[in-house]
C-alpha cells in the first residue's frame, strides 16, 4: 500500500469520527474495527508485547504465545478487529521476520556434524520425508486426489523454524537434543522447500508424464544450486564487510540489510529466500567462527519484526468449516506426528541418542510451518498460488498448521524443559 494513500485513508477515518459524523468512537470496539489497519497493527503489537511479558513471567512458555494468543483475539475467529487482507500490505516486512529468523538459525547449526555422524543426516532426512509420505498416504486412503495430498505432504515434511527459534530465545536450551533440533529444522524446511517446487512444476504442467518429471528434476537443481550460491555470495559479503565494524551496533544493521537483499534478489530470480538465507547463516558462522556475533533477532529492530510476525500468525490463524474437515485434519497432524515419531525413534540408538531424547526430539519437531508458504507466496490469497487442489485440503492444511503452530511453543517447551531439562527449570 502506498503510503500517501495510507496516510489519506487514516486522516478519512479520523474525519469520520469528529463529532457530528456517522461514526462511533475510536475506543470502542466498533471503532477499533473501523480504524485504518496500520493503526490496528500498531496497537495489536504494543499489545502483544505486553501480553507476552507477562505469559513469560506467569507461565514460564515463551513470549510467543502471548504475542500469537493477541493475534489470534484480534481475528476474524473472535473480535474481528482486523481482517487476514488487511496484513498483504506488510508481508515484505513479514517476509523478513521470517528470513531474520531462517538466518539466525543457519548461524547456530553445524554441516560438518553430518558428515561426521552419516545416521544423523540419515535420521534428519528420513524425520521430514516419513512425514511428508505418511501425510500424502493417509490423505489419499480418505479419498484426496494424489496431487493434492502431495501439496499436504510436501507441507507438512517441515517443522517452523519460527517457532523453534522463538522458543530457543525464550529457554536459551543446551544438549544434543537440542542441536539435533536445530539440525532438523533447518533440514526439513530445505526438504519442504524443494518438494513444493517440484510439485508445482508437475502441478502446472501440460506435457506427458515423463516431461514433467524432467521439468520438475532440472526446476528443483536449479533452485536449489541458484539459492546455494546466492546464499553464498550474501555469507561471503556479510564477512567481507564485517571486519571493520564487528562486536559494534553496526553489526546487525549490516546483517539486516544483506538479508533484506538476499530475500530479494531470491524471489526477483524464483529461488529460494529460506533455503538462501539459510545457506547465508551456515556460511557466515563457518568463515568467521566466533568473531561472528548474532543477537537474538538480530537485535531491536529484528525483535520487533518477530513481535510483528507471531501478531500476524495468529490473525492468519483459522478453524473455518473444521466441523466439515475435521478427519482431513485429524488425519494431517496424526500422520506427520506418527512419521516423525518412527523415523526419529527408529535411528536414535545408532545416531548416539537416547530413548528418552528421541522420544523428546520427536515431540519437539511436532510444530508445522508456515514460512515455507510466507516465502513463497507473493499476497495471503494462497488458494490462487495453489492450483488443481482438492476443494476444502488448502483450508484443512491450514487448520492444522494454525493448531500445531499455536500450540508449538507448549511441545518444545515440554520437549526441552520437562523431559529432556536441557533449559533450566523454573
Given at each position: 500500500?502506498?503510503?500517501?494513500?495510507?496516510?489519506?485513508?487514516?486522516?478519512?477515518?479520523?474525519?469520520?469520527?469528529?463529532?457530528?459524523?456517522?461514526?462511533?468512537?475510536?475506543?470502542?470496539?466498533?471503532?477499533?474495527?473501523?480504524?485504518?489497519?496500520?493503526?490496528?497493527?500498531?496497537?495489536l503489537v504494543i499489545v502483544a508485547v505486553v501480553v507476552g511479558e507477562a505469559v513469560r513471567r506467569f507461565t514460564r512458555l515463551?513470549?510467543?504465545?502471548?504475542?500469537?494468543?493477541?493475534?489470534?483475539?484480534?481475528?476474524?475467529?473472535?473480535?474481528?478487529?482486523?481482517?487476514?487482507?488487511?496484513?498483504?500490505?506488510?508481508?515484505?516486512?513479514?517476509?523478513?521476520?521470517?528470513?531474520?529468523?531462517?538466518?539466525?538459525?543457519?548461524?547456530?547449526?553445524?554441516?560438518?556434524?553430518?558428515?561426521?555422524?552419516?545416521?544423523?543426516?540419515?535420521?534428519?532426512?528420513?524425520?521430514?520425508?516419513?512425514?511428508?509420505?505418511?501425510?500424502?498416504?493417509?490423505?489419499?486412503?480418505?479419498?484426496?486426489?494424489?496431487?493434492?495430498?502431495?501439496?499436504?505432504?510436501?507441507?507438512?515434511?517441515?517443522?517452523?523454524?519460527?517457532?523453534?527459534?522463538?522458543?530457543?530465545?525464550?529457554?536459551?536450551?543446551?544438549?544434543?537434543?537440542?542441536?539435533?533440533?536445530?539440525?532438523?529444522?533447518?533440514?526439513?524446511?530445505?526438504?519442504?522447500?524443494?518438494?513444493?517446487?517440484?510439485?508445482?512444476?508437475?502441478?502446472?504442467?501440460?506435457?506427458?508424464?515423463?516431461?514433467?518429471?524432467?521439468?520438475?528434476?532440472?526446476?528443483?537443481?536449479?533452485?536449489?544450486?541458484?539459492?546455494?550460491?546466492?546464499?553464498?555470495?550474501?555469507?561471503?559479503?556479510?564477512?567481507?564487510?564485517?571486519?571493520?565494524?564487528?562486536?559494534?551496533?553496526?553489526?546487525?544493521?549490516?546483517?539486516?540489510?544483506?538479508?533484506?537483499?538476499?530475500?530479494?534478489?531470491?524471489?526477483?530470480?524464483?529461488?529460494?529466500?529460506?533455503?538462501?538465507?539459510?545457506?547465508?547463516?551456515?556460511?557466515?558462522?563457518?568463515?568467521?567462527?566466533?568473531?561472528?556475533?548474532?543477537?537474538?533477532?538480530?537485535?531491536?529492530?529484528?525483535?520487533?519484526?518477530?513481535?510483528?510476525?507471531?501478531?500476524?500468525?495468529?490473525?492468519?490463524?483459522?478453524?473455518?468449516?473444521?466441523?466439515?474437515?475435521?478427519?482431513?485434519?485429524?488425519?494431517?497432524?496424526?500422520?506427520?506426528?506418527?512419521?516423525?515419531?518412527?523415523?526419529?525413534?527408529?535411528?536414535?540408538?545408532?545416531?548416539?541418542?537416547?530413548?528418552?531424547?528421541?522420544?523428546?526430539?520427536?515431540?519437539?519437531?511436532?510444530p508445522m510451518a508456515s514460512s515455507t508458504l510466507l516465502l513463497s507466496a507473493t499476497t495471503f490469497g494462497w488458494p490462487a498460488?495453489?492450483?488443481?487442489?482438492?476443494?476444502?485440503?488448502?483450508?484443512?492444511?491450514?487448520?492444522?498448521t494454525t493448531l500445531m503452530q499455536l500450540s508449538g511453543p507448549i511441545w518444545i517447551e515440554l520437549a526441552l524443559r520437562r523431559?529432556?531439562?536441557?533449559?533450566?527449570?523454573?
Open positions: 500500500m502506498d503510503p500517501v494513500v495510507a496516510t489519506q485513508n487514516f486522516a478519512a477515518r479520523l474525519a469520520a469520527s469528529a463529532p457530528g459524523a456517522e461514526s462511533v468512537p475510536l475506543w470502542t470496539l466498533e471503532g477499533l474495527r473501523r480504524a485504518d489497519p496500520v493503526l490496528g497493527i500498531a496497537l515463551p513470549r510467543a504465545c502471548g504475542h500469537m494468543l493477541v493475534g489470534v483475539a484480534a481475528s476474524p475467529l473472535f473480535l474481528r478487529l482486523l481482517e487476514r487482507t488487511d496484513l498483504d500490505p506488510w508481508k515484505p516486512l513479514l517476509d523478513l521476520a521470517v528470513g531474520v529468523l531462517v538466518f539466525e538459525l543457519g548461524t547456530r547449526i553445524r554441516p560438518r556434524w553430518l558428515l561426521d555422524n552419516p545416521l544423523l543426516a540419515l535420521q534428519c532426512v528420513a524425520e521430514g520425508l516419513l512425514a511428508g509420505v505418511a501425510v500424502t498416504g493417509v490423505l489419499i486412503m480418505l479419498g484426496v486426489p494424489a496431487l493434492s495430498a502431495a501439496f499436504a505432504g510436501a507441507v507438512a515434511m517441515a517443522t517452523s523454524p519460527v517457532i523453534v527459534m522463538a522458543a530457543v530465545h525464550d529457554a536459551e536450551p543446551r544438549g544434543q537434543v537440542t542441536e539435533r533440533l536445530l539440525m532438523m529444522t533447518a533440514v526439513s524446511g530445505v526438504l519442504a522447500v524443494l518438494a513444493l517446487k517440484t510439485w508445482r512444476v508437475i502441478a502446472l504442467a501440460d506435457a506427458p508424464i515423463a516431461t514433467e518429471w524432467v521439468s520438475a528434476l532440472v526446476n528443483g537443481v536449479v533452485v536449489l544450486s541458484g539459492s546455494f550460491l546466492l546464499g553464498a555470495a550474501i555469507g561471503l559479503l556479510l564477512t567481507w564487510l564485517s571486519k571493520p565494524m564487528r562486536r559494534t551496533s553496526a553489526s546487525a544493521v549490516l546483517q539486516i540489510g544483506l538479508l533484506v537483499l538476499g530475500a530479494f534478489l531470491a524471489a526477483q530470480w524464483a529461488l529460494s529466500p529460506l533455503l538462501a538465507l539459510l545457506v547465508a547463516g551456515v556460511l557466515a558462522r563457518d568463515r568467521m567462527g566466533h568473531s561472528l556475533t548474532v543477537e537474538p533477532h538480530l537485535g531491536t529492530a529484528g525483535a520487533a519484526l518477530t513481535v510483528l510476525l507471531f501478531v500476524s500468525i495468529g490473525l492468519l490463524s483459522t478453524v473455518e468449516n473444521v466441523t466439515t474437515l475435521w478427519i482431513w485434519v485429524l488425519a494431517i497432524v496424526l500422520a506427520r506426528a506418527a512419521g516423525k515419531l518412527v523415523a526419529v525413534v527408529t535411528l536414535a540408538r545408532p545416531s548416539g541418542l537416547g530413548t528418552r531424547q528421541s522420544l523428546a526430539l520427536a515431540l519437539a519437531l511436532q498460488d495453489t492450483p488443481q487442489l482438492e476443494a476444502g485440503l488448502l483450508q484443512a492444511l491450514w487448520i492444522a523431559a529432556v531439562r536441557e533449559a533450566a527449570s523454573s
